[in-house]
């Protein structure tokens, strides 16, 4: 069964420095998002994309958060820098275009020190 | 922001039992569906209910809608240990626009 995939698992990284994550989602889906979830909380969008596009950022801290999706296949979510509050476990997920139901990846676990 | 609010927050039973959670949102909606998390995990799609339905079933599980109150639950029967998750509610006001989920239930079912 295909899935979507994150790496890496998990990253602990000190404050101030640069933090890369890839994604690559279910082959043939056009929609992927990443999404932040603090400890005990659901997940919150930072970015959707379509295809190569960004759809929807406006959850996205910009100052320090990047994302893209070059070819419109795999994507890389970067902080530059981090800070102690972005510690938390970052989601990547895809869907087909027009479609509700979401595949989610097994997520990177991030830890800034 | 969360769109809503998973009641009980955490919940425990045991194995055989049925469990029951709830889930209340604020704006209308175009699907409710149902994930499950495993501790440090990702999600795992359970079932979708569009707004013009109010009862779905898949194995053991049921959800139910009320749009006029802004209600869903979700209705796991004779539980496992397996079923030790969290368990969350999301929404979405069209087929591709991001999902907006509550805080969840954590399911503890003892064996």
């Known amino acids: 069964e295909a899935e979507v995939a994150q790496s890496p698992r998990y990253k602990i990284t000190e404050k101030s420095q640069a933090v890369a994550f890839w994604c690559d989602p279910i082959?043939?889906?056009?929609?992927l998002y990443w999404y932040r979830q603090i400890l005990g909380q659901g997940p919150e969008l930072l970015v959707q994309?379509?295809?190569?596009?960004?759809?929807?950022d406006s959850q996205l801290p910009k100052d320090r958060f990047s994302a893209e999706r070059l070819k419109g296949v795999d994507s890389t979510l970067k902080i530059q820098p981090a800070e102690l509050g972005d510690s938390a476990m970052y989601l990547c997920a895809s869907s087909l275009f027009g479609t509700a139901e979401q595949y989610f990846g097994p997520g990177t676990r991030l830890t800034v020190t | 922001s969360q769109q809503g609010e998973e009641d009980p927050q955490a919940l425990s039973i045991q194995e055989g039992e049925n469990a029951t959670m709830n889930c209340s949102y604020k704006?209308?909606?175009?699907?409710l569906q149902w994930y499950r998390q495993n501790s440090g995990r990702g999600l795992v799609h359970l079932i979708l209910i569009r707004s013009n339905e109010r009862e779905k079933h898949s194995g053991r599980l049921r959800v139910t809608l009320d749009t006029s109150k802004k209600s869903s639950s979700l209705l796991i029967t004779a539980s496992r240990a397996a079923d030790t998750a969290s368990y969350f509610c999301?929404?979405?006001?069209?087929?591709?626009?991001?999902?907006?989920f509550g805080k969840g239930t954590r399911l503890s079912v003892i064996a």
């Open positions: 082959s043939g889906h056009a929609t």
């Open positions: 999301a929404t979405d006001n069209s087929g591709n626009t991001p999902l907006v």
């Open positions: 704006t209308s909606i175009n699907n």
């Open positions: 994309f379509q295809d190569e596009s960004v759809v929807d």
